[in-house]
């Protein structure tokens, strides 16, 4: 005990760095533990990095996501039926992995219905390769289409095992922007 108040009343810089260290360090695991808890994932927070799904998210935004394996999505089309509505309009927004790959940015669209194996991807599209979510931002200037039409997922529907999570919450305004602009300077 004599020793841990030593190290506890010490006045030596390096010692003090060490302290400020572990203790943020604590901090951290006590804020993921329980993360990881409520959430399910260890970073359930993301940061939105595009307009893509204005007017309801923001660049700069900061939204709470939810394991899925933890929920069930309601996709737009469900949300409609059943008057289900997420960050301003029908269904969930998900977060997934683009084409299933860990290298990429995520993509955080709502997700609108749910295609099998063999069905359309969209009136008058080609068949789905599989079966998997159709997803599209809420943005329709920047969004016109699915994104499976164009270049975020081209004919791939969302498999389950590529979604991240759910948003969950309302998100945090603005609050991003610390971490958006430093890596568009930087050309991240």
């Known amino acids: 005990m004599g020793k841990i108040r030593k190290f506890n009343e010490s006045d030596n810089f390096w010692i003090e760095l060490l302290r400020d260290f572990l203790s943020v360090l604590a901090v951290g695991v006590i804020l993921a533990s329980i993360s990881q808890i409520v959430f399910g994932l260890w970073t359930p927070m993301a940061v939105v990095e595009s307009g893509s799904m204005l007017p309801n998210i923001h660049t700069g935004d900061i939204i709470f ?34 084409y299933g790959r860990d290298n990429t940015t995520s993509i955080t669209h709502r997700a609108m219905y749910y ?51 759910v948003a ?13 602009y430093p890596r568009k300077i930087l050309g991240m």
Do not use: C, H
């Open 65 to 98: 996501d939810e394991s899925i394996n933890r929920t069930e999505i309601t996709t737009y089309e469900m949300g409609r039926q059943n008057g289900y509505t997420s960050f301003g309009d029908y269904g969930d927004v998900i977060m997934y992995k683009r």
């Open 115 to 165: 295609v099998e194996e063999g069905e359309p991807m969209w009136d008058g599209g080609p068949p789905a390769p599989y079966a998997g979510y159709i997803t599209k931002g809420d943005n329709t200037r920047t969004n016109p289409s699915y994104d499976q039409e164009g270049d975020i997922s081209y004919m791939q529907p969302v498999k389950k095992d590529w979604i991240i999570g």
């Open 168 to 180: 969950r919450f309302y998100p945090v305004p603005i609050l991003g922007y610390i971490f958006v």
